[in-house]
T-cell receptor, first 114, second 114 residues
């Protein structure tokens, strides 16, 4: 069975600085997707970034980028130039290409300080 | 607006009562999911349905049943509610028809079991 582990329950960063959130996963499958989702206090789930496992190149979306290490089963999120609006819960997620089963990690609460 | 609609948004039940959470999507997505979110536990998958007519257990299926009524609708039923089922429930849907996975969440349903 697949698992997703986020080992940092809480992180904090100063505005304009860079922060990295960790995520590791376990699977025996070769084809899958990985995601980072943001959940602000409104509870809305917002897609931050997506990575297909077959792609070697790390995904980037503006200030957000990932470090995808397939062999190590690691998928960390780097937020550059942190902004106050980045304050939220961040969830890492794994989607099986074979079964469409989608599971999440326990989340990292990120606080950005002025 | 197109998206995932969950009803009801709030519900209070007494132990032993039954209820059904309804979820509908109008994006022609194939897969649908039910999650529960508890503090410190992230989003845990209850059941999912990869296509119309199929359902599969997730990480925490005990105490729940689901029905994939048609492609649009995926309901979650609590036959005999327990205080441990107090949670926020999210429905989501996804599709890989465009080659990349698109996941859309409902706004959540807060359930309290007394």
């Amino acid at each position: 069975a697949q698992t997703v582990t986020q080992s940092q329950p809480e992180m904090s960063v100063q505005e304009a600085e860079t922060v990295t959130l960790s995520c590791t996963y376990d699977t025996s499958e070769n084809n899958y997707y990985l995601f980072w989702y943001k959940q602000p206090p409104s509870r809305q789930m917002i897609l931050v970034i997506r990575q297909e496992a077959y792609k070697q190149q790390n995904a980037t979306e503006n200030r957000f980028s990932v470090n995808f290490q397939k062999a190590a089963k690691s998928f960390s999120l780097k937020i550059s130039d942190s902004q106050l609006g980045d304050t939220a819960m961040y969830f890492c997620a794994f989607l099986s290409y074979n079964t469409d089963k989608l599971i999440f990690g326990t989340g990292t609460r990120l606080q950005v300080f002025p | 607006n197109a998206g995932v609609t969950q009803t009801p948004k709030f519900q209070v039940l007494k132990t032993g009562q039954s209820m059904t959470l309804q979820c509908a999507q109008d994006m022609n997505h194939n897969s649908m999911y039910w999650y529960r979110q508890d503090p410190g536990m992230g989003l845990r998958l209850i059941y999912y349905s990869a296509s119309e007519g199929t359902t599969d257990k997730g990480e925490v299926p005990n105490g729940y049943n689901v029905s994939r009524l048609n492609k649009r609708e995926f309901s979650l039923r609590l036959e005999s509610a327990a205080p441990s089922q107090t949670s926020v429930y999210f429905c989501a849907s996804s599709s890989r028809s465009s080659g990349a996975n698109v996941l859309t969440f409902g706004a959540g349903s807060r359930l309290t079991v007394l």
